[in-house]
């Protein structure tokens, strides 16, 4: 059996799978979750889906060298459609981008009955997988954020449900939690803090590049992008001062 070392922000991810699940993760490049949760007994069965030759080459290796790789699927194909319907308790999709998730959901639909939980990391664009969850009732239970090798990674964790529940009756609007995280914003956590002092600072040198061109019409960019960090302002002095 070989050991397998999985970074923080896949090993959080892993902690997020329901001991015994049967898991699919897609967009696995390596496979190195499915392998971690199949190696250390806490998937009874793993599916690792890949669109990509050499990545899905790289899985098949990673599992063949699993004790339990009669437990594992590797498979080659686009997003969910290498799963059978109902064949999965718990999807993972990670390291990709917010828009790429929310289209595999969306082409993916007809294979979400029966799924009880979603694990999706999106590097960018959280808001985009968050609206889908929201539109497809899918309702947010969980969130984390954190930090590995000087990026800001967020979590979100989802089951069937209501999904207007986590946004219910909050300070915020539905529109800004969509942004910030419902969970997220609750914890009020100081990666959470970097994470918009970060964005600020990316708007701070847009509005500094606008600043610079005659061109008309940037000019309503200009008032765009200040708008938004007049707002990034005010998150950061509510994480500055909130309680956790
Ligand atoms: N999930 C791993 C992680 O978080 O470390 C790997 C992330 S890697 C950056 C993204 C992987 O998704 C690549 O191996 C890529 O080939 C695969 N991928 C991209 N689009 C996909 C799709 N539509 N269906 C399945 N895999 C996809």
Request: glycine content about 8%; aromatic content about 6%; proline content about 5%.
């Amino acid at each position: 059996m070989t050991s397998i070392v999985l970074s923080k922000r896949l090993k959080t991810i892993a902690d997020y799978c329901p001991a015994g699940s049967r898991v699919a993760d897609i967009g696995s490049d390596h496979a190195l979750l499915a392998s971690y949760l199949l190696a250390n007994g806490l998937a009874s069965f793993v599916i690792a889906g890949e669109l990509n030759d050499g990545p899905y080459q790289a899985a098949r290796e990673q599992v063949a060298k699993l004790a339990a790789a009669d437990r594992a699927s590797v498979r080659k194909g686009d997003g969910l459609a290498v799963l059978a319907p109902g064949e999965t308790d718990v999807i993972c999709i990670a390291g990709m981008g917010g828009q790429l998730i929310a289209s595999i959901l969306e082409r993916g639909k007809a294979k979400l009955p029966g799924v009880k939980r979603l694990i999706l990391q999106p590097n960018v664009g959280e808001e985009v997988v968050r609206r889908w969850l929201l539109d497809n009732g899918w309702q947010l239970t969980a969130e984390d954020v954190l930090e590995e090798d000087g990026v800001i990674y967020e979590i979100l964790v989802a089951q069937p449900g209501d999904p207007l529940a986590p946004y219910r009756e909050k300070a915020r609007s539905t529109e800004e939690l969509l942004r910030l995280g419902p969970w997220l914003w609750e914890k009020k956590s100081p990666i959470l803090r970097q994470k918009w002092e970060r964005e600020r600072e990316k708007r701070k040198s847009i509005l500094d590049q606008l600043a610079k061109s005659r061109r008309p019409e940037t000019r309503k960019r200009y008032e765009q992008v200040a708008k938004e960090l007049d707002w990034i302002e005010e998150v950061i002095q509510c994480l500055q001062t909130d309680k956790p």
